[in-house]
């Protein structure tokens, strides 16, 4: 819970680089624990950015996992063309904000004490705010019936009049309040390493048995070596390589081996299924979990 949170507030204080190896080995085993918390770290990210007040009431509990923050941001990166702002946002007499409106996708939400939400005022200016989710006219949704989203508790929060005082702004009004690169951090590259690198292992596993997939399996063992910044050849020999590969594999014509590699590395995601359970109506497969992460 604490790695992204620095030392002097109870956390582990890692490196960026160290959280996306940490968030990677999680994710090939769990995606959605990963999103989860790679949720978290981008509030703490946030939080962070902001006055030494707010990051003394939630960083050190939030290290020890007493409580936890999350964020809801979305809905000031995403277009809703003519519906106008998810979340809006007015000045209140005598100072602060009252909110109005829905976050859409909130990922633990019904388990946090607080979000980092971004609102939008009349003069389209942005505010990010600190929202206490036991707030008054705060309303947390149940997620919707689909399996990551109850994996992962990812819900809509309303608010309907809720005030804000000054203290839990943490940026803006501004015209963007979380950078013009948006609010995205490397605990993105994470989940598509974590993934990655789990059906680079069961490759190799399969490898064992059906030799065919070894070139395969080698070739993303480069690019996700070459991802993870281990030593490894650079992106451009990568991409090089495996430009070579594609054009090998056109020259060669039906029949020939680079079509059996690839016919292979299509039927590779299928193969523990129809190995273990011809027909696929077993639940509990090899690679089911991925793809159900997927």
């Known amino acids: 819970m604490g790695w992204s949170v620095p030392a002097e507030y109870g956390g582990a204080g890692r490196t960026a680089v160290e959280c996306v190896r940490l968030g990677r080995t999680i994710a090939s085993a769990c995606l959605t624990t990963a999103f989860v918390l790679s949720q978290r770290d981008a509030a703490v ?8 007040h707010l990051k003394e009431r939630y960083l050190p509990g939030h290290a020890a996992g007493s409580h936890c923050v999350t964020v809801g941001l979305s809905q000031l990166t995403t277009s809703r063309q003519h519906h106008g702002p998810a979340l809006r946002a007015r000045s209140a007499t005598g100072g602060g904000f009252v909110l109005d409106g829905d976050v859409p996708w909130v990922t633990g939400a019904d388990g946090a004490v607080a ?10 200016t942005q505010v990010l705010i ?16 689909l399996a990551a989203l109850l994996g992962s508790r990812t819900s809509s929060i309303r608010c309907d009049g809720v005030f804000i005082e000054p203290e839990s702004v943490l940026a803006g009004p501004s015209e963007h309040a979380l950078g013009k690169v948006g609010g995205g951090g ?3 590259s ?8 789990a059906a680079v292992e069961y490759l190799r596993r399969e490898a064992v048995d059906r030799p065919v997939l070894g070139s395969c399996t080698e070739r993303f063992e480069v690019l996700l070596t070459t991802g993870r910044g281990r030593p490894g050849p650079d ?17 060669s014509g039906p ?15 299928r193969g523990g299924d129809r190995e273990s359970d011809p027909k696929g109506h077993r639940r509990t497969t090899p690679v089911n979990p991925h793809r159900r992460d997927g």
Do not use: F, M, N, Y
């Open 190 to 197: 994470a989940l598509a390493l974590g993934p990655a690198a």
């Open 235 to 251: 992106s451009s020999e990568a991409a090089t390589s495996g430009q070579d590969v594609r054009d090998q594999r056109r020259r």
């Open 255 to 269: 029949g020939g081996e680079d079509r059996r590699v690839g016919e292979e590395d299509h039927r590779v995601p």
């Open 45 to 52: 990210r946030q939080l962070l950015k902001g006055p030494a």
């Open 115 to 124: 979000v980092v939400v971004g609102a939008t005022l009349p003069d389209a």
């Open 130 to 145: 600190v929202l206490p989710t036991d707030r008054p006219g705060v309303t947390i949704a149940p997620p919707l019936p």
């Open 186 to 188: 490397l605990e993105t």
